[in-house]
């Protein structure tokens, strides 16, 4: 029982740090909060749907066409809501109304487009589940867990091990340091949106299979849950998304299965508070952003 | 009630929601959970004036020491944090009290509580306004609020001018909670009928836009900021069906053009 609570945990978990991660991203390199982040991971769920319902492909296709959707509306993102305040040296808070602002727009033409009612995945195929132990693995957690892994790993070779992820470390660390080194740091600001959108829609597409419920409104729970997971695994830092997402996965379907269901959300913002009370840093962050200029 | 009238009240609604964000924003105490403290006033004042048959004015104010101390708890671990930490955390919070009021049978649950009286009167909001908008307009000139100003500008030096900063930051939570939980109040005696969903994260954001979109340099700022956000959508009627788009361009746009707020003569020391 235990065993397959955690199991179930780490599949939901590895998917909600997808989220949080693209919110590290944009903090790393901004050290600013992308409001309407919570909206491309609707918009990346339902771009996954649309082309199951209408093109009929297949779960892999759609995972791609999601992220590549996402990618392209997260680079709007940033041309439309960000890059503007920033050459004109706004307050930090500035972005926040732009970002909440361009939230209502995309959540209202998505209601335009799909409707308000929450629709799901199509039941194609019969779903097989294997047997572990006492543990059951059915074939669509496998999908999520394995598209989520890759992904995760995919970032993790583009961040560490390429000249794009040194470059966006590099912004990270100091973007006026980076420009005389010869990065341009909008282009990289522009690529990490690309890159933390297109993992809040591949994100989309796995809790939309896993929960088979997508609506307009979903943007605004992901968005603050993937907010607390990003404190939780500490400001910035992408593994301490991957970390805290795992955790927050694990946390909450524990709730589930030991407490009230209805209250498995508090249990994310408990875990927040509690955690922002002992170690304001986060699990694995530095105390630099605490202090500093965040 | 006339169409005008209604427009009216919730104007004054907001203009309470955007001082009571605007105090613990002038100590640069950012909460981005209002909603949470509106929802406290709003159930603890339905309960005592509606069901409990106490005075209206007297479950406002019940309301909103409810919202106060639950401000003092909030403002606890936000002491530990500034700046978009003490954003998410207040989010967080904002989050906890909605899923609270979710599962708490004895107000309803998620089908909300019915049956509050109407008594909400303009002339009650618009007494209301005028004594949070002369408490903020003193508080700035006090002592405490110069404080506040301070700690806002520089924790540190603030610190080291002897300004006692927990004191500040949980004196400015307070208060604006107070002034929260009474909105609240008032909007439940309006509305007539609360539901747990009415408090979700929009209504924080909403709050927040009030006070950034307007400036927080004055108090005239969240005023000019609530206005603006209520009475648009109004105005925008025409264009019905894309009136929320409409709006959120015209933030984009707003936040592009004044970065700093509508009203916001004086640049604020920012990142």
Redesign the interface.
């Known amino acids: 029982m235990l065993q397959q609570q955690l199991v179930n945990g780490l599949m939901l978990g590895a998917a909600y740090a997808l989220v949080a991660i693209g919110y590290s991203l944009v903090?790393g390199v901004l050290?600013?909060?992308h409001?309407a982040h919570g909206e491309v991971f609707m918009i990346g769920a339902f771009i996954g749907l649309q082309s199951v319902l209408w093109f009929k492909v297949s779960p892999v296709v759609a995972l791609l066409a999601a992220a590549a959707g996402s990618a392209v509306l997260g680079m709007i993102l940033e041309l439309?809501?960000f890059r503007?305040?920033r050459a004109?040296?706004?307050?930090?808070?500035?972005?926040?109304?732009?970002t909440?602002?361009?939230?209502?727009?995309i959540?209202?033409?998505a209601t335009?487009l799909f409707g308000s009612e929450p629709i799901g995945f199509p039941q194609t195929g019969t779903v097989t589940s294997w047997q572990f132990g006492a543990v059951q693995v059915s074939s669509v957690q496998l999908f999520i867990l394995l598209a989520s892994v890759i992904s995760m790993l995919a970032l993790h070779l583009l961040v560490a091990h390429t000249r794009y992820g040194m470059a966006m470390r590099a912004v990270a660390e100091s973007p006026g340091t980076a420009a005389i080194l010869g990065i341009n740091p909008n282009n990289v600001i522009l690529l990490t949106f690309a890159v933390a959108s297109a993992l809040g829609g591949v994100a989309g597409v796995l809790l939309g299979l896993s929960f088979n419920s997508i609506s307009p409104y979903i943007g605004?729970d992901m968005g603050?849950k993937g907010?607390?997971i990003?404190?939780i695994g500490g400001?910035g830092n992408i593994y301490g998304a991957m970390l805290g997402g795992l955790l927050l996965g694990a946390v909450e379907v524990l709730s589930v299965a030991y407490f009230?269901s209805?209250?498995r959300?508090?249990f994310?913002?408990?875990l927040?508070?509690i955690i922002?009370?002992f170690r304001?840093q986060g699990l694995f962050g530095s105390s630099y952003?605490?202090e500093g200029?965040? | 009630m006339s169409y005008y009238e209604s427009v009216a009240i919730v104007l004054a609604i907001n203009v309470l929601m955007g001082i009571s964000l605007y105090i613990p924003m002038a100590a640069g105490q950012?909460s981005l959970g209002h909603a949470g403290f509106m929802a406290i006033g709003a159930y603890v004042c339905a309960l005592l004036a509606s069901q409990s048959g106490v005075a209206f004015a007297l479950a406002l104010l019940a309301g909103g020491v409810a919202a106060a101390l639950a401000g003092l708890t909030v403002g606890f671990?936000a002491l530990?944090?500034?700046?978009?930490?003490l954003?998410?955390?207040t989010?967080?919070?904002g989050?906890?009290v909605r899923?609270?009021f979710?599962?708490f049978e004895p107000t309803g649950g998620p089908s909300g509580l019915r049956g509050i009286k109407p008594l909400t009167t303009l002339s009650g909001l618009v007494i209301a306004c005028v004594i949070a908008i002369g408490v903020a307009v003193q508080l700035r000139r006090s002592r405490v609020g110069r404080a506040m100003i301070a700690v806002h500008e520089d924790e540190g030096a603030a610190e080291a001018m002897g300004i006692h900063l927990m004191y500040v930051k949980l004196m400015s939570f307070a208060v604006g909670a107070f002034i929260a939980g009474v909105a609240g109040g008032f909007y439940a005696h309006y509305a007539m009928f609360i539901e747990p969903a009415q408090f979700?994260?929009?209504r924080s954001?909403e709050a927040?836009?009030f006070v950034?979109?307007g400036g927080f340099s004055t108090v005239l700022g969240p005023i000019v900021g609530a206005a603006f956000v209520t009475l648009l959508p109004e105005v925008l009627r025409f264009i019905q069906?894309?009136r929320?788009?409409f709006?959120?361009?015209?933030?984009?746009a707003?936040?592009?053009w004044r970065?700093?707020g509508l009203i916001g003569p004086r640049r604020?020391k920012?990142?």
């Open positions: 903090f050290k600013l909060v409001l439309v809501a503007p305040i004109r040296g706004g307050h930090f808070l500035a972005p926040m109304v732009s909440i602002g361009a939230a209502l727009v959540q209202e033409v335009k605004i603050i907010m607390a990003m404190l400001l009230e209805s209250y959300d508090a994310a913002f408990g927040m508070i922002v009370l304001p952003h605490v200029r965040a | 950012i671990p530990r944090v500034r700046g978009i930490y954003i998410i955390l989010m967080g919070f989050e906890i899923i609270f979710l599962n979700g994260f929009l954001a927040f836009l950034v979109l069906e894309w929320m788009t709006f959120g361009v015209l933030l984009v707003a936040a592009l970065p700093d604020l920012g990142s």
